[in-house]
């Protein structure tokens, strides 16, 4: 194999390394968004009880 198509089968798998690595990446953030929305509503949650256990 000459030493350029060595170089471009490296080229390509890189580039599909790095392909996955972006789509765990949006996952991971898609995740985290989610995450973050329950944990306000939670906290919402929490500040209604904490009002009603005042009263």
Do not use: I, P
């Amino acid at each position: 194999m000459a030493r350029s198509e060595e170089l471009e089968e490296a080229k390509r798998k890189l580039a599909a390394k790095l392909t996955e690595a972006e789509e765990q990446v949006e996952a991971a953030l898609s995740k985290c968004n989610a995450l973050e929305k329950v944990k306000a509503r939670l906290q919402g949650e929490v500040e209604d009880l904490m009002v009603d256990v005042e009263r």
